[in-house]
């Protein structure tokens, strides 16, 4: 995983870039959960509806593996352009450090989960693509499909365990610092 994890970092950081530098002309309907106003966010954010959202985000990034990659990268790239707007227009109302005291709790976690999964997704793109061209006799091995699936089992715990701090210790943070 050693070169993939770095190339999903660098993908999904660009992706940053970009929310951030274009963030104002998103629509901030679209990144508000109020009365079904976004795909992006519930009608009401619990443990559960995060659960569910970063769960589906790290099964898409998964399907990167059957997609040549193109899953993993299309999840770090919507990801990380909605996390660069969102950032981009938080600071428009609160300071950098209400921003950051916001993400980190949980992103420390979620963020290496779905970069981890990501890469799941590229190194099996990427055996593929060398399997096509006749740069390799073998897809995968027994050995790359147990090391996914540990890899993504953990990446699962990652991601339960950044909801239960997002629901409960970001938001908690939210209501103080923002009310």
Avoid: C, K
Avoid at 80 to 85: D, I, L, T, Y
Avoid at 128 to 133: A, G, L, V
């Amino acid at each position: 995983m050693r070169g993939y994890v770095p190339a999903a970092a660098a993908l999904f950081a660009g992706s940053i870039v970009v929310g951030f530098l274009f963030g104002s002309l998103v629509p901030t309907e679209l990144l508000q959960g109020e009365a079904g106003g976004s795909p992006f966010l519930p009608d009401e954010i619990t443990f559960v509806s995060i659960l569910v959202n970063n769960l589906l985000a790290i099964t898409v990034a998964l399907l990167g593996a059957v997609s040549i990659g193109l899953f993993s990268g299309f999840v770090l790239v919507l990801n990380g352009v909605v996390v660069g707007a969102v950032v981009q227009i938080a600071l428009r109302e609160v300071s950098a450090l209400t921003v950051f005291v916001l993400i980190a709790p949980h992103g420390i976690i979620e963020i290496p989960a779905i970069l981890l999964v990501a890469a799941i997704g590229f190194r099996f793109g990427h055996r593929t693509y060398r399997y096509i061209r006749g740069r390799s006799e073998e897809l995968v091995t027994g050995r790359d499909v147990r090391e996914a699936a540990v890899l993504y089992a953990v990446a699962v715990v990652m991601i339960v365990v950044a909801a239960w701090i997002e629901a409960e210790v970001t938001l908690e943070l939210a209501q103080r610092i923002g009310g």
